[in-house]
């Protein structure tokens, strides 16, 4: 059996995951992770598995403890309004 176009499920674990680094300057909608449950929205971050920038900005992460007391890390995005103003 053969598969036409896209990509075996092999494969397709192989595209999940982070998708830009700290200090990045992303467009709004560009994808942050995919199926990523590492990662959590932060500020300017929509969705839950596959996390998108909400606007036009820099990546930063951040850590915190969630209410289980575990330490998870936040995507964020620091708007481009904000970074002139500085």
């Keep these: 059996m053969s598969k036409v176009g896209g990509l075996t499920s092999k494969f397709y674990r192989e595209t999940g995951g982070l998708k830009v680094s700290g200090g990045q300057f992303v467009k709004a909608g560009t ?3 995919r199926r990523g449950h590492r990662w959590y929205p932060g500020h300017n971050v929509l969705g839950r598995m596959s996390l998108n920038a909400a606007c036009d900005g820099e990546v930063y992460f951040t ?24």
């Design 31 to 33: 994808i942050l992770t």
């Design 63 to 86: 850590k915190k403890k969630s209410q289980y007391n575990r330490v998870v890390t936040l995507i964020n995005v620091r708007p481009a309004e904000a970074q002139k103003e500085k």
